[in-house]
C-alpha cells in the first residue's frame, strides 16, 4: 500500500473504502443524484447513471440548488451514500448532510477536502479513506 | 481556524433539547464555511419543508420533539403537497403521509405557511443592508441583489437550525467586502430589442449562471428597466446553471447605482463582453428536446408567479381553451387574489391547471409520458425538468408557450436575438 494524497478533514466519519468514482464535470446533488439509489439522474452530467453508492466519490466542484444536503441525508440513511467524500471546493451546504446525519444517530461517511489535480491518480483504482484523511490506493484494487 | 461562540450560545450547544441542535448544526457550518462568529438575522426563509425523503420528516419532527420554534419570522418555501390548489400530486401513500408530516412540522416549529419561491412577493421584504438566512437558490438571489439584504445560499437543514437559533454564520455575503463584484459582464454589444423578448433575462440569466459560477458580478449596459418579475426570472436562472448567490446590474439593483460602486471602485478581475451568438447557445441549451414536433405540457412559474404574471398569461390566452394541459404554479398569496377577483375559474375552464403550495419539478404532477416534452418560459424549469420529471424540455416565450398550448403544437417565434 502506497500513500497517495493527504487531505483535509472536513467532516469526521467512517474511513472508507471502495472503488473511486472521479466525476469529470461538477454536480448539482439535487436533481443530479436519484436520493433513493444513489445514480447520477442529470443527463446532461457525463457520467449519467453512474452509482455514487459505495464509492469514494471525487467531486472537483458542486453547482445549483440548496437542496444538495437534503439528498445526502438521505443517501446516508438508505445506506446508499458514497463510502467516502473528496471534494475539490469544500461545499458547505452538501456538507451539512453529513453533520445533520450525525445529529439523527446515523454515520456519516467522511468528507475530505482535497485539491482536484491530484484526482486523475485515482481513475480506477480502489481507495481506501484513513480517518485522518489519508488517501491510499489498494494494490490490484479495481475500481471503474 | 475555530468558531468563537459566545457564552450563551456555548451553553446553549451544549444542551439536550432542540434549540440545542440547532445551535450545534449552525456552529458546525460555521467552522465548514470557515466563519469565527455567529451574527444575529432578522428573518428566516426556509427551503427545508420539501420531501425528498423520510429523512427530513424525521429531521423537522426532530426538532419539534425537542421542543425548538423560530426566534424570527420565518416563511417557508414550496413543500411537495398542493394544500390549497386543486391540483393532483401523483405522490403514493406512504411519501404523501411523509410529505403532509413534515409540512406540518414545520408549522409547528412556528414557520409561516406561505408554502412559496417567491416570499419577495408575498410580503417578506428584508430591509437593504439586513442579516438574514434564506434558503431556495432563486430566493436567495433575490434577497441579495434585489432587495439588497444579506444572506448566504442556506440550504435544508441549516436554514431551519439558523431561524430557531436565531444565529447564522458571519461569512461570505453577510460581509459587505464580499459583495463586490469582480466580474463584469458587459451586455452593451446585444441589440436593444433584445431585452423586448419576455425570453432575453431568463436565456440571459442562464448565461450568466454559467459564465460567473458562484462569483459576484455586475451586468453592465443594460439598455432596458428590466420589471421585478424579469429580475426574478434572471435570478433564478443564474441561481440553476451556476451557484451565483448575489449579482448586481448596474443602474438598476440597489448596490449598483453605477459601475463604479458596484465594483467597489476597484479594476475587476474579468470583464466578458456579451455576443449575440452567446446569447443564441446559451438559448438553445434550455431546450433538451431533440426535435420540436410534440409537446405534451406546458409549465410556467418558476419562480412561482407574480398576479402580474399572470395577467399576462390571461392577456395570451385571450378567452381560448387549451388542448394541452398548461400547468401554472403560484403561491397561495396569489391564489387567494385571483379567487378574490374571480379569476381564477376562467382560467381553470379554460385549461390552466394551477398549481399551489408546491411546482412540477419537485413533486410528481406531470402525467408519466415516456419520451414527453415539457414547453416552458422558464429558465430553471429548463434546467430541472429533464432531471426531475424525466421529460425532455422546449423553450420559448409566455406567447409561444401559450400559443403551443392552444394549437397543441410547439409554436416557437423567431428569437429577437
Not at chain 1, 436533481?31 to 452509482?51: F, M, N, T
Not at chain 1, 448532510?97 to 489535480?117: K, N, Q, S, T
Not at chain 2, 441561481?239 to 446590474?249: D, E, K, M, N, Q
Not at chain 2, 390566452?317 to 387567494?336: Q, Y
Request: proline share 6%.
Amino acid at each position: 500500500m502506497t500513500v497517495s494524497a493527504k487531505g483535509d478533514v472536513l467532516v469526521a466519519g467512517m474511513p472508507g473504502r471502495g472503488p473511486a468514482l472521479v466525476l469529470q464535470a461538477p454536480i448539482s446533488f439535487w436533481g443530479g443524484v436519484d436520493p433513493r439509489d444513489g445514480r447520477i439522474i442529470d443527463g446532461r452530467h457525463p457520467q449519467y447513471g453512474a452509482a455514487v453508492a459505495m464509492k469514494v466519490l471525487f467531486v472537483p466542484a458542486t453547482i445549483g440548488s440548496s437542496s444538495a444536503s437534503s439528498v445526502l441525508l438521505e443517501l446516508v440513511r438508505g445506506g446508499v451514500a458514497p463510502a467516502a467524500l473528496i471534494i475539490g471546493e469544500p461545499d458547505a451546504i452538501l456538507l451539512l448532510g453529513l453533520i445533520v446525519a450525525r445529529e439523527m444517530g446515523w454515520e456519516p461517511p467522511i468528507a475530505v477536502r482535497l485539491d482536484p489535480e491530484h484526482f486523475s491518480a485515482f481513475c480506477g483504482r480502489t481507495v481506501e479513506v484513513g480517518s485522518d484523511g489519508t488517501l491510499d490506493i489498494l494494490e490490484g484494487g479495481s475500481g471503474q | 481556524m475555530s468558531v468563537l461562540l459566545a457564552a450563551d450560545e456555548r451553553a446553549l450547544a451544549a444542551g439536550q433539547d432542540g434549540n440545542a441542535m440547532a445551535m450545534r448544526i449552525v456552529a458546525e457550518s460555521a467552522r465548514l464555511l470557515g466563519a469565527t462568529r455567529l451574527l444575529p438575522i432578522a428573518s428566516a426563509h426556509i427551503d427545508g419543508a420539501l420531501y425528498h425523503g423520510d429523512s427530513g420528516t424525521l429531521f423537522a419532527e426532530k426538532f419539534v420533539a425537542g421542543g425548538a420554534r423560530v426566534a424570527v419570522r420565518s416563511t417557508l418555501n414550496v413543500g411537495s403537497l398542493d394544500l390549497s390548489g386543486g391540483c393532483m400530486v401523483r405522490l403514493n401513500k406512504p411519501q404523501r403521509d411523509m410529505a403532509r408530516r413534515m409540512m406540518r412540522a414545520y408549522v409547528a416549529l412556528g414557520c409561516e405557511p406561505s408554502w412559496t419561491c417567491a416570499p419577495y412577493q408575498a410580503g417578506h421584504r428584508p430591509a437593504r443592508g439586513q442579516d438574514v438566512a434564506w434558503g431556495e437558490s432563486n430566493a436567495v438571489v433575490f434577497c441579495n441583489s434585489v432587495l439588497g439584504a444579506r444572506t448566504n445560499r442556506y440550504g435544508d437543514f441549516l436554514d431551519i437550525a439558523c431561524a430557531v437559533a436565531g444565529r447564522a454564520p458571519d461569512c461570505g455575503l453577510h460581509q459587505p467586502d464580499n459583495r463586490i463584484a469582480r466580474i463584469v459582464v458587459d451586455v452593451s454589444g446585444l441589440p436593444g430589442r433584445f431585452f423586448d423578448d419576455d425570453t432575453a433575462w431568463p436565456v440571459l440569466g442562464s448565461l450568466y449562471g454559467r459564465l460567473v459560477g458562484n462569483a459576484v458580478g455586475v451586468v453592465a449596459g443594460v439598455a432596458a428597466k428590466p420589471d421585478e418579475d424579469a429580475l426574478k426570472a434572471f435570478g433564478a436562472a443564474a441561481a440553476s446553471s451556476g451557484a451565483v448567490g448575489l449579482f448586481h446590474i448596474a443602474g438598476i439593483t440597489p448596490e449598483a447605482p453605477d459601475l463604479a460602486t458596484a465594483t467597489g471602485g476597484l479594476m475587476p478581475d474579468t470583464r466578458i463582453v456579451i455576443t449575440p451568438a452567446m446569447v443564441a447557445d446559451s438559448r438553445r441549451r434550455l431546450s433538451t428536446a431533440e426535435r420540436a414536433d410534440r409537446i405534451d405540457a406546458v409549465a410556467i412559474g418558476s419562480p412561482h408567479l407574480s398576479l402580474a404574471e399572470f395577467g399576462r398569461l390571461e392577456r395570451h390566452l385571450a378567452g381560448r381553451r387549451l388542448r394541452v394541459p398548461l400547468f401554472a404554479c403560484t403561491g397561495r398569496h396569489v391564489l387567494e387574489a385571483l379567487e378574490r377577483e374571480r379569476r381564477r375559474a376562467p382560467l381553470e375552464a379554460a385549461g390552466v391547471t394551477i398549481v399551489v403550495d408546491t411546482c412540477v419539478v419537485v413533486t410528481p404532477i406531470l402525467a408519466e409520458i415516456k419520451g414527453g416534452v415539457l414547453m416552458t418560459n422558464s429558465g430553471k424549469f429548463a434546467h430541472y425538468a429533464p432531471g426531475n420529471t424525466g421529460y425532455a424540455t422546449l423553450y420559448g416565450s409566455l406567447s409561444d408557450c401559450v400559443e403551443s398550448a392552444v394549437s397543441g403544437r410547439p409554436v416557437l417565434s423567431e428569437p429577437l436575438c
